[in-house]
Each structure stands twice: as structure tokens, then as C-alpha cells.
């Protein structure tokens, strides 16, 4: 079983950025893809980005695309989301997930971390 803590949330104005970071410890972090998922209020929980255990290939929510980019650092079994121009339907909590099928934006249901609160102001 994984470990995950994420942290890097906070509250933003519209346009601002955030970083954030989710540390993963228990089996072999760089053996499986990781990816971000958010939920926000009165919402199911959805897919943001994935990305494979090098580091080579990463995948992007449509309605992300082009403002996030997600990253890992194997050496530090961390993996990173940077978000850019922000918008409040952007508010939600961000969670970090690991398994084979996170790539493809398939959560893992035994690898949730307790997730980190994004609001952003307009």
C-alpha cells in the first residue's frame, strides 16, 4: 500500500498559480504511474493529470490543458502540479492517486491521500 500526502493548496485570485506537491511513501514510488484528481463541492471527483513512471509521458484533462503541468522527482518520491491562470471553477480538493491504470485516469480506490483545498477567488 502507498502513502500520499499532499500539500501546496491555498487560497488564489483568479489568474494567480499554485504548486502542488503529493510525497509518497510505502511500495516503490517510481514503479507506477501517478496522477491528480479534484473534487469540488457537490461533485464527483475527476480526473486532472497523469503521468508515467519516468516521467516521459503525461496526460491533461480537456479542461486543463495548456494552464497545468504535472511533474515527478523519482529521488524524492514526490510528484508535483503546477497551475496556472487559475479560475474559481477551479475551487475544488486536489488529490493525489498512484496505480497501473492512473494513467489513463483510473484511480486506484486503496491509494488516496487526504487532499489539499484549492480556492480561488474572482
Known amino acids: 500500500q502507498v502513502q500520499l500526502v499532499e500539500s501546496g493548496g491555498g487560497l488564489v485570485q483568479a489568474g494567480g498559480s499554485l504548486r502542488l506537491s503529493c510525497a509518497a511513501s510505502?511500495?516503490?514510488?517510481?514503479?507506477?504511474?501517478m496522477g491528480w484528481f479534484r473534487q469540488a463541492p457537490g461533485k464527483e471527483r475527476e480526473f486532472v493529470a497523469s503521468?508515467?513512471?519516468?516521467?516521459?509521458?503525461?496526460y491533461y484533462a480537456e479542461s486543463m490543458k495548456g494552464r497545468v503541468t504535472i511533474s515527478r522527482d523519482n529521488a524524492k518520491n514526490t510528484v508535483y502540479l503546477q497551475m496556472n491562470s487559475l479560475k474559481p471553477e477551479d475551487t475544488a480538493v486536489y488529490y493525489c492517486?498512484?496505480?497501473?491504470?492512473?494513467?489513463?485516469?483510473?484511480?486506484?480506490?486503496?491509494?488516496w491521500g487526504q487532499g489539499t483545498q484549492v480556492t480561488v477567488s474572482s
Open positions: 492517486n498512484a496505480g497501473p491504470k492512473v494513467i489513463i485516469g483510473i484511480p486506484d480506490s486503496g491509494s
Open positions: 510505502g511500495r516503490t514510488f517510481s514503479s507506477y504511474p
Open positions: 503521468i508515467n513512471w519516468s516521467g516521459g509521458t503525461t
